[in-house]
C-alpha cells in the first residue's frame, strides 16, 4: 500500500514497515521512525485506507501539539507521566542516565518541565485496531532510556489515551 505524507514523503508500506525519517516538526528536528501495523480488517491493498493514512500524518502537527498539551495537563494533574517517567529517571535511572538527562537539559537541577519540553517523538505508528490509529511514542532520549510516553489518536485526532511503556 502507497501512502503519501508531506511529512514523510511517499512510502510504500505493507503489513509490516519500519524506516527511519529525518523530520521537522513544530520547528523540531527529530529522526522519527514510522512503522505500521495492521490487523486483517485492514488489507495492505486498500487504497482508501492508505489514503486516510495519508491525511492523518499530514496532521501530525497538530497532533505533536495536542499530544504535548496533553502530557503537560496530565504531569499537572499528578499522574503516571509525573511519577511512573519523569520521577523515575531524575532519581531512579541511575548515575548514567542523570548524567545523560542533565548533558540534554543543559542543568543538573530536577526541572520537570524543562524534561517535559525536551521529549522527542520517536516513533509514529499508523495501525488498525477495530478503527484506524495513530501511535506516537515520545522519549526522553533512546540513547537514555527505553522508557516511553504513548500517546494514541483516532482517526478525528481525539487523544484515545496515554501510557508509560518500557
Not at 524506516?19 to 514510522?34: A, K, M, P, S
Not at 486483517?40 to 482508501?48: C, G, L, M, R, V
Not at 532510556?145 to 482517526?155: A, H, I, P, S, W
Request: with cysteine; charged share 30%; hydrophobic share 40%.
Amino acid at each position: 500500500m502507497k501512502i503519501k505524507s508531506k511529512i514523510f514523503g511517499a512510502v510504500d508500506i505493507g503489513e509490516e514497515y519500519w524506516e527511519e525519517h529525518e523530520i521537522t516538526l513544530n520547528g523540531r528536528d527529530f529522526t522519527c521512525v514510522l512503522t505500521t501495523f495492521w490487523e486483517d480488517e485492514a488489507t495492505s491493498e486498500d487504497e482508501k485506507l492508505a489514503l486516510r493514512v495519508g491525511n492523518l500524518l499530514d496532521r501530525l502537527a497538530g497532533l505533536d501539539v495536542a499530544a504535548r498539551a496533553e502530557l503537560l495537563a496530565r504531569y499537572h494533574k499528578g499522574d503516571d507521566i509525573k511519577e511512573s517517567y519523569i520521577i523515575h529517571h531524575f532519581e531512579d535511572c541511575g548515575e548514567e542516565c542523570a548524567a545523560q538527562i542533565a548533558q540534554k537539559l543543559g542543568t543538573k537541577e530536577h526541572d520537570h518541565l524543562l524534561f517535559l519540553s525536551k521529549l522527542e517523538l520517536n516513533s509514529v505508528s499508523p495501525g488498525f485496531e477495530e478503527r484506524l490509529v495513530l501511535t506516537c511514542d515520545y522519549t526522553i532520549g533512546m540513547d537514555i532510556t527505553q522508557y516511553l510516553l504513548v500517546v494514541k489518536f483516532d482517526e478525528q485526532g481525539n487523544i484515545l489515551g496515554v501510557d508509560v511503556e518500557s
